[in-house]
Nanobody
């Protein structure tokens, strides 16, 4: 599976961005998906995950209530809507995918993901 992330950029604190991750493989609904981020000088961390069916989601505490992960299986794309952005959200955001037989499964662990996109930079600054 090839993943192409897009939508990053420079935004002021309090602003919004929507990231997209387009996948090359069908049936897309058999892949659990997630977004991770790597802030400057820090380790990569979990942001949000979604099940293959789209019915299950999970968020890091730091983004809960501000970010929303969603997917469109017909378009083989997963999204991350980011609202009320803070300077500490500045990072390279990467999407990840892994095939799963359980389409309701939500996966948080980085090492469980087999496929990674190239990352898109989000900078939150005034």
């Amino acid at each position: 599976v090839q993943l192409q992330a897009s939508g990053g950029g420079l935004v002021q604190p309090g602003g919004s961005l929507r990231l997209s991750c387009a996948a090359s493989r069908s049936p897309f609904g058999t892949y659990a998906m997630a977004w991770f981020r790597q802030p400057p000088g820090k380790e990569r961390e979990f942001v949000a995950a979604i099940s293959g069916s789209g019915t299950g989601t999970l968020y890091a505490d730091s983004v809960k209530g501000r970010f929303t992960i969603s997917r469109d299986n017909a378009k083989t794309t997963v999204y991350l809507q980011m609202n009320s952005l803070k300077p500490e959200d500045t990072a390279v955001y990467s999407c990840a995918a892994t095939r799963t037989l359980n389409v309701a499964r939500v996966i948080q662990k980085q090492s469980d993901y087999d496929y990674w996109g190239q990352g898109t930079l989000v900078t939150v600054s005034s």
